[in-house]
């Protein structure tokens, strides 16, 4: 059966149990039929591994340090290509779905297989009743949510994105550059420039997003945020400078505001 099956699922877990990994555990209430159709690499970026041997045909690797999602995911890349796989798809440790989420995700590939220009395929994202994405990608900043169907100006998140390998392959992978943060900005940046379109489906994707309140975010990971941010902008969605800029001034202005000073500072740091 396995050798049939050509879609690759990545799990990159951080400082958490496959127990306590929701989209792990997601995976495995799929019904069987659904789930056989599905190869699993569970990626550990924790410094001590953590126990996953009970899962059969489950394939793990421990990183032993954080090398963040960029590494993570190329070396999912690497093993699908190596196992002939046609499709990649992405999950963060803290996603919701179920066998209905990988049936729409299924169906889609075989109705756009021969269709060579559609490189990724998102799912509508929510966190609680808010849709978070897919959102158009020009210009920079639109909180306007998509409805489905197939575009070209698009970005969303990396969790629940299912990417033919080819395509991936032809944009030269996953940009290290980019560990974490904007590495999805960068992955529908670059999808764009090779003119692949988006298909957006009829499937919701419930997901915790960490940078949802940057308020709260701790400050070294904020730092690291805004750096990503800064780099996206300036070396490659550059036509988007200025809205970048206007978006960090009422960004600073609030956070000065609520006399959050040290992010302010951060933000004026990294302008």
Known sequence: MMEQVNTLIVVVLYQQNPEESTSIQSFFDVPTVIRNQFRLLIVNNSAESQQISEYQGVTTYDFHVNQGLSKAYNLGLRYAK?????????????????????????????????????????????????VLAPNPAVPAFNSDTLETGVYENIT?????????????????????????????????????QEKFKTVVLDARLEHELSVTDLKTMANARYRSFVKAERLFFTEYETTEKHALWVHKALRVGKLIVTRNFRKAFINLRYW
């Open 82 to 130: 190596k196992h002939k796989c046609e499709w990649l798809m992405l999950f963060d440790q803290d996603s919701v779905f179920d066998g209905d989420y990988l049936q729409a995700f299924l169906n889609a590939q075989v109705k756009y297989q021969t269709n060579s220009q559609v490189g990724l395929l998102v799912p509508q994202v929510r966190q609680a009743s808010r």
């Open 156 to 192: 969303s998140i990396n969790s629940g994105t299912m990417i033919r390998l080819s395509s991936i392959i032809r944009v030269g992978g996953f940009n290290e550059k980019f560990p974490l943060d904007f590495l999805d900005y960068w992955v529908f940046w670059r999808f764009r």
